[in-house]
């Protein structure tokens, strides 16, 4: 199997492989006898439109009901194991596992960056395989030749080089000003140069925004 063969069987599910790193059988933290991590997360255009025809619609934790069908049964079929960002604690270390694929990095105000989708990356689950499959070179980190305009974009000064201030954040989106963020998403992650370039949807982002905010 090839990251385009395994591409292929995520296309129709809106899914993508966002990065993975090999792994040594006899180190610790993965499923014994896992060759290969790959990340896997929504894949734009048609994500959102797609998750809300889909039967967990409507129901509690839609997404990740959905999530774990999908993807719980695609490492069925392979052979694999899936893992989940969420259904902790604990958890597990996906920010860590983000980093080391080599193909996202922290960006200056720490949240996760992707060279296709910027400060939108996030990931739906993952795939622990027992295939070392062949992975691509990284690619430059974007936040090299960028101007940072994430750096000064959150309007309550909750996001910044110097951390993410959470009870800030909440206590500015109940207030009036604070409406742009929650019907359109995070107004750091929509600075970024990348973040605009992805087709994005701001309701997927409006969705996600109300379940931290609540």
């Known amino acids: ?18 990065g993975g ?32 025809t889909q039967p967990e ?8 009901r959905w999530s774990r069908r ?13 893992l989940f960002p969420f259904g902790g604690p604990p958890y597990h270390p996906f920010y ?9 990095w922290d960006s200056p105000v720490r949240l996760l960056v992707h060279p296709d989708q910027g400060l939108m990356v996030s990931f739906r689950g993952a795939l622990a395989l027992r295939e070392r499959l062949d992975l691509p070179p990284a690619p430059p980190r974007p936040c090299d030749s960028c101007a940072a305009p994430c750096l000064t974009a959150c309007p309550a000064g909750a996001l910044n080089g110097a951390g993410y ?7 500015f989106l109940d207030t009036e000003p604070g409406c742009p963020c929650m019907t ?25 925004m109300s379940q931290f905010h609540r």
Request: charged letters at 15%; a neutral charge; hydrophobic letters at 40%.
């Open 96 to 104: 860590r596992w983000a980093l080391r694929t080599g193909r996202v």
């Open 184 to 208: 359109g998403g995070c107004l750091v992650r929509r600075a970024c140069p990348l973040s605009q370039a992805y087709a994005r949807m701001p309701e997927h982002s409006a969705y996600h």
């Open 165 to 171: 201030d959470v009870p800030a954040c909440h206590a």
């Open 70 to 82: 999908v993807i719980g049964r695609l490492a069925c079929d392979l052979g694999a194991k899936a």
């Open 21 to 52: 790193f090999h792994h040594d059988p006899g180190e610790a933290g993965l499923p014994k006898g896992t060759a290969t991590l790959l990340l896997l997360g929504p894949a734009e255009p048609g994500y959102w439109p797609h998750l809300q």
């Open 57 to 64: 619609w409507g129901g509690p934790d839609p997404v990740d």
């Open 1 to 18: 199997m090839t990251l385009q063969d395994l591409n292929t069987r995520l296309a129709p599910h809106f899914l993508s492989v966002l």
